[in-house]
């Protein structure tokens, strides 16, 4: 599919970010396209194809959890504005996603449930707790948003007493004779959200479903998931006439995802209730590189099934490196190569925090794209914030991803075409030197600069 009217609009904006600068998200450029000769070995180049396009863009967003709103909640009226139009309004950043979780998780002050313990037959289901900090929250941001929010939800542990280990934290398993009762759960959450007025777009089955930790988590095996699935929350959605709700397998790292897709996916009873594959960016804990090509042979190998990043953050909290560029860097490398695999949707982590990288019930304090300082009140903005916005602020729900290669390693480059035939052209240059560019679209082009360690978005 092309949308070709958007080429014929020759006028040509350029938004920059640059580390040691004051250029942030600034309008650096006006320009129009020239006719475009065959370029010479010697000049760096962006290629874009307006003939080829891909994958549908969803959109991109963060997650409100418990600390998120517990911080919001310490500030001003004016801050809370002040964050909400940042993120969410129409001189913001443009966020049209939000995750959230379902009861505790992590960046939760407590580990909770809806539930009293032992309430298999969830009477007492109740979100009565989410009212105090996150519903508000969230309702003010979907109010910003409109039409185009997708919100949805992830658990980290299902209710104690349904597990094997008898904890909502390290691990442990959802025990067989729980199966439906937790399938249940997910139902009872997303009925008791929408009658808040919160039209819930999906659920992820569980997050990071092999990672066992301090915090709230349970494990699934593949088989486990996919028959979890298959025999029950796809069903019970169905029964409760929630088969329009988008179901989002693994929610774990990019390393095992092939191996869970390839599980669920192959089995069609499973996969007929899922929407695709969630995934996150921790597998570099090991010290690796983030394992892209996973993403393209999950595209190659499942071509109807979708892809949504649920979950990333700049780990290690320091709060002498809010300003710490290698951390933007991080987003705008994986945001790239990310949509480049044909990834839908980009969801980062906590779209707040506190001074201290919180609060967080264990200790694993992270970064944020913003923070606020509750001592003084303040909102500290850090480069991740601005990277993020070089692609949400541009990209509309509805784009199309359309062909884009760089001459040389130094560029990143990715390009989407919005709906009212509009195009975005995002180009990293994470090297220490100024580079001279030609962005050329079929037989036009643009030259350009790019600072070093900079982010720019071309509107075309």
């Not at 992830?154 to 094997?164: I, T, V």
Request: charged share 20%.
């Amino acid at each position: 599919m092309v949308r070709e009217q958007g080429f014929n609009k020759k006028n040509v904006k350029v938004y920059t970010t640059a580390k040691d600068s004051n250029l942030k998200l600034s309008l650096t450029k006006e320009t129009t396209f020239k006719p475009s000769s065959q370029p010479t070995e010697t000049e760096i180049s962006i290629f874009v194809n307006p003939n080829k396009t891909f994958q549908e863009f969803l959109g991109i967003g963060g997650a409100i959890t418990d600390a998120s709103a517990e911080v919001f909640a310490t500030l001003s009226q004016e801050k809370q504005d002040q964050l909400l139009q940042s993120y969410f309004g129409k001189d913001g950043i443009g966020y049209n996603v939000i995750r959230t979780n379902i009861h505790s998780c992590d960046f939760s002050s407590g580990s909770y449930t809806y539930i009293d313990e032992g309430d298999a037959e969830l009477k007492s289901f109740s979100i009565e707790k989410d009212k105090q900090f996150r519903l508000p929250m969230i309702k003010r941001a979907a109010a910003l948003i409109g039409n185009s929010m997708v919100f949805y939800a992830s658990p980290w542990s299902p209710p104690a007493f349904m597990k094997s280990n008898k904890d909502m934290l390290h691990g442990g398993k959802l025990l067989p004779e729980f199966n439906q009762a937790w399938a249940n759960y997910y139902v009872k959450f997303i009925e008791a959200y929408e009658a808040e007025g919160l039209p819930v777009w999906g659920v992820t089955i569980q997050n990071e479903p092999m990672a066992v930790q301090i915090w709230e988590s349970c494990i699934y095996t593949a088989e486990e998931e996919r028959d979890f699935l298959k025999n029950y929350l796809g069903p019970t959605f169905e029964k409760a006439g929630m088969s329009d709700k988008n179901i989002v397998v693994w929610d774990h790292n990019r390393d095992l995802l092939s191996q869970r897709s390839n599980t669920i996916f192959e089995d069609p009873e499973a996969a007929k209730y899922a929407w695709g594959t969630g995934f996150h960016w921790y597998e570099t804990w090991t010290g690796g590189e983030p394992m892209y090509d996973n993403l393209k042979n999950f595209k190659e190998s499942f071509p109807s099934k979708n892809l949504l990043f649920t979950e990333g953050c700049n780990e290690k909290f320091d709060a002498d490196k809010y300003q710490y560029w290698p951390n933007a860097e991080r987003y705008g490398n994986s945001m790239i190569s990310d949509f480049n695999n044909g990834t839908v949707g980009w969801t980062d982590w906590n779209i707040l925090l506190n001074e201290k990288g919180g609060p967080n019930h264990v200790g694993n304090l992270c970064f944020a794209p913003v923070h606020a300082d509750t001592q003084t009140g303040e909102l500290i903005y850090t480069p991740a914030y601005y990277y993020i916005g070089h692609f949400s602020k541009f990209i509309k729900k509805g784009a199309l991803r359309v062909s884009t290669t760089s001459s040389r390693s130094t560029l990143d480059s990715t390009t989407f075409q919005n709906t009212d035939g509009s195009f975005v052209t995002v180009v990293m240059n994470k090297t220490d030197n100024k580079i001279t560019y030609n962005l050329i679209v079929k037989n036009r082009k643009v030259s350009l600069e790019i600072e070093p360690h900079a982010m720019q978005s071309i509107l075309y």
